[in-house]
Nanobody
């Protein structure tokens, strides 16, 4: 299984970006898909998880209400829509896939950099 994240870039505070994560593999539709981020000098933190069915989504902390995740099983792609971006959202964003839950991921993408200017 390979994951390819894309869609990062430079955006002004208050702007929006949509990240995509394309997944290779025949069982994408059954995977739990997660998003994480790592800001410079900080630990990687959990952003969101979407279950295979798309019916369960977890958004934590300050991202709730601004970020949302979705998936298109026909395209083997998961998305992270980020609105009202803040400079503190600057980070490398990673997607990940797991077979059993939102707490365990076996496969990781390479990351895409999001930079939010003030």
């Amino acid at each position: 299984v390979q994951l390819q994240a894309s869609g990062g870039g430079l955006v002004q505070a208050g702007g929006s970006l949509r990240l995509s994560c394309a997944v290779s593999g025949r069982t994408f539709s059954t995977y739990y898909m997660g998003w994480f981020r790592q800001a410079p000098g900080k630990e990687r933190e959990f952003v969101a998880c979407i279950r295979w069915s798309g019916t369960i989504t977890y958004l934590l902390g300050s991202m709730k209400g601004r970020f949302t995740t979705s998936r298109d099983n026909a395209k083997n792609t998961v998305y992270l829509q980020m609105n009202s971006l803040k400079p503190e959202d600057t980070a490398v964003y990673y997607c990940a896939a797991g077979a059993s839950s939102c707490s365990s991921y076996s496969y990781w993408g390479q990351g895409t950099l999001v930079t939010v200017s003030s």
